[in-house]
């Protein structure tokens, strides 16, 4: 009996620890990134490849397309080199969240969950859906952009995350400098 009890109690544990450090984030976003992809590509493909009926007409429409390049096809036709990218690109967040996380400042850690979800998310595609690679469906009516995905979205919302923080940070540290050196110089 009480060895059960010590195993609910370490389960509790782990649990509260899993939703207390936002890593909850990274299988979130693969499930929604892969459901995603498989009911809009069912869904498009039964529609002729494109859809734009609906109330985002002119700023965003869905339509179909296999990417088998990176941001704005880089490395196109070369999905193997990709995939091995993706795998060590996720190996090395996860490092680096693992080696800094006390030290890394919760939204570090937050945008660095979602870029590591959206990447995890296009290297499943890479690999389960190889040679066809990515599948996008977001495109922007009102501009010429790339056609992209949840994954790609949650990537470059971490990265720009990553960025305003830096930015922030470097601001208050400069902030900090001047205050000190008026302190110093009184």
Aim: aromatic share 14%; glycine share 6%.
């Amino acid at each position: 009996m009480d060895k059960s009890k010590n195993v609910w109690q370490n389960i509790k544990r782990g649990l509260i620890w899993f939703f207390k450090s936002y890593i909850w984030i990274v299988p979130l976003c693969v499930i929604v990134d892969q459901v995603s992809k498989i009911c809009l590509e069912s869904f498009l493909k039964s529609n002729g490849g494109a859809f734009n009926d609906w109330f985002l007409k002119g700023f965003i429409s869905l339509e179909l397309h296999y990417n088998t390049g990176a941001a704005w096809s880089f490395l196109e036709d070369h999905p193997i080199i990709l995939a091995i990218i993706s795998v060590v690109a996720s190996i090395a967040i996860i490092a680096y969240i693992t080696y800094s996380y006390k030290k890394l400042a919760l939204t570090y850690r937050i945008a660095g969950y979602l870029v590591l979800g959206g990447c995890m998310g296009n290297m499943i595609d890479r690999i389960v859906y190889y040679p066809h690679g990515v599948i996008d469906f977001l495109k922007f009516d009102f501009i010429t952009f790339p056609v992209f995905n949840g994954a790609d979205s949650m990537l470059v919302i971490g990265i720009i995350i990553i960025i305003i923080k830096m930015l922030i940070d470097e601001h208050n540290e400069g902030k900090k400098k001047d205050e000190a050196k008026t302190t110093n110089n009184e």
